[in-house]
């Protein structure tokens, strides 16, 4: 199976572990990620409150490269995956604003965006029932006894209209595929709560507090780990930890460990918050 891939800015830096389970998970699924040729970083989370334009103009660039490419889009990082979705429901609902930003882009990549791009979270698309089937069918180690608590975060599912790929208020996919690999998933009522975002370095205050706050309530629920697919929630809450006792793992990392796939090493070492001990004791690396 061949898909198109964005991996954005982050999975090339401070998401590096992210970045490298999802190329050796897609690997071991036969999957080929074709990452897009001379793609450009999205503008994430800045680029709104500096500039309308750009803050379309960025995304739309990208997903002009994708449309031409002619494969279905895989986007990791849940930022990018939602400015790219927004991008897309913006140009396809054809106001004289998406018109005029769709033709200016146009004159610098060769082409319009005509809006029949499928545009798909890596969460998404491990979901579907094809690959959910292939992903059970690879697990070789059952994350049987590891208690973890899926963090879903804002903008995965926000804003629901462009974005939703799942229930907006009670998401279930994570959950469904950590309880595939043999995890158990504990309950809780903060998958969707704000880890505080872009205001890291603004109002750091503010982002350790709803950092403690979340990392509070998933040992209230047990839980050995967080699980996310955002590379902002995985920074804030890894690195504002008083006592450095949660970690918070990529669910590729889960899927490679449940896989039992060698060179694992190589991102779980990133971590600020090492998740190797627990990992480990469960004998799965």
């Known amino acids: 199976m061949k898909v198109g891939y964005y991996p954005g800015c982050s999975l090339h830096s401070t998401a590096a572990d992210y970045g490298l389970s999802t190329e050796a998970v897609c690997r071991s699924l036969n999957i080929q990620l074709a990452e897009i040729p001379d793609w450009n970083c999205c503008g994430a989370t800045p680029a709104h409150s500096t500039s309308e334009y750009l803050a379309k103009a960025l995304p739309l660039r990208n997903l002009i490269l994708a449309e031409g490419a002619g494969e279905d889009l895989v986007v990791p990082c849940t930022g990018c995956y939602n400015v790219c979705r927004q991008t897309h429901g913006f140009i396809s609902r054809g106001s004289s604003k998406a018109l005029e930003v769709n033709r200016e882009v146009a004159t610098i990549v060769g082409r319009k965006y005509q809006g029949k791009l499928k545009i798909m979270h890596l969460l998404d698309f491990f979901s579907q029932d094809e690959v959910l089937q292939e992903l059970k069918s690879r ?53 969707m709560d704000c880890c505080g975002g872009s205001f890291a370095i603004p109002r750091a205050d503010i982002v350790g507090e709803l950092t403690v706050e979340l990392v509070k309530q998933a040992r209230k629920a047990g839980a050995d780990f967080m699980v996310t697919a955002c590379p902002l929630c995985q920074a804030n809450i890894d690195t504002r930890q008083p006592d450095r006792g949660m970690p918070i793992l990529y669910f590729t990392e889960l899927i490679a460990a449940a896989f039992g796939l060698k060179g694992q090493e190589k991102w779980l070492e990133k971590h600020i918050i090492d998740p190797r001990p627990l990992l480990k004791s469960s004998n799965l690396i």
């Open 139 to 191: 697990v070789v180690k059952p994350l049987t006894g590891l208690k973890v608590v899926p963090y879903y975060g804002c903008l995965l599912l926000r804003p629901s209209d462009d974005v939703a790929f799942d229930d907006p208020e009670q998401p279930q996919k994570l959950d469904r595929l950590l309880d595939a690999l043999g995890a158990e998933v504990r309950p809780w009522s903060y998958k």
